[in-house]
């Protein structure tokens, strides 16, 4: 493929999963494996995650919501503990891979994200939250979805980033760890990668664009 850019997600990808800090908050309070996405799969479009994401309710109004929607299910999880559990450390391998693309191709970020900011919503530290920042100002465009008030997998926001960095759909690759996120810009056009591990996505990376990472 002729490749323009590489649009990338950024928890999940840029840093270790989140849901591996589900499953050990799982573990650690005796609940089952994957409630916590469980409990965000039902009514996706509406429920208290989706409506962070699109900044329709605060954090407080978050951990009431959530909370709601586990005791539905028989558990007790506040929405804070959720939000606490987001941060992940940053994958400096994939930040290298990240950089080699940049001086190539054009590249964005898309990711579905609370209104709390990119560098302290996503750590848990102040040194984390300045190595996130560094690597957000070296996007040529950012869509977040607490911003946008749209968020992935809406195809709207795959194409509101094409045409901010001027590439059509099918010039572009993205990745992304979830593979709700990946249909819709594959149905668009895009070649893409759902990231399982660091290895597996710099291995997949590198046969998308042609170079070794």
């Given at each position: 493929m002729n490749v323009q850019a590489v649009i990338w997600d950024f928890g999940g990808v840029f840093t270790t999963s989140p849901?591996?800090?589900f499953n050990r908050y799982e573990r650690e309070?005796?609940?089952?494996?994957?409630?916590i996405r469980q409990i965000n799969s039902v009514n996706p479009n509406t429920n208290a995650w989706a409506q962070i994401e699109r900044s329709e309710i605060d954090a407080a109004m978050f951990d009431r919501l959530f909370e709601d929607e586990?005791?539905?299910?028989?558990?007790m999880i506040p929405g804070r503990d959720v939000l606490a559990l987001l941060s992940g450390d940053l994958r400096p391998r994939v930040v290298a891979a990240f950089k080699a693309c940049k001086a190539r191709w054009k590249v964005g970020c898309i990711t579905n994200n609370a209104p709390t900011g990119k560098g302290a919503g996503m750590s848990s530290s102040p040194e984390k939250?300045?190595?996130?920042a560094e690597v957000f100002s070296l996007f040529d465009h950012v869509i977040e979805s607490s911003k946008a008030g749209v968020r992935k997998p809406d195809p709207r926001i795959y194409l509101m980033m094409c045409e901010a960095i001027g590439v059509k759909p099918?010039?572009?690759?993205?990745?992304?760890d979830l593979g709700i996120n990946l249909k819709p810009a594959r149905e668009l056009g895009m070649t893409t990668i759902k990231v399982t591990s660091e290895q597996q996505l710099l291995d997949d990376l590198s046969k998308a664009v042609g170079i070794a990472f």
């Open positions: 849901f591996d800090a309070r005796g609940l089952p494996n994957d409630i586990a005791k539905l299910l028989g558990y939250a300045q190595q996130i099918e010039a572009c690759v993205y990745l992304d």
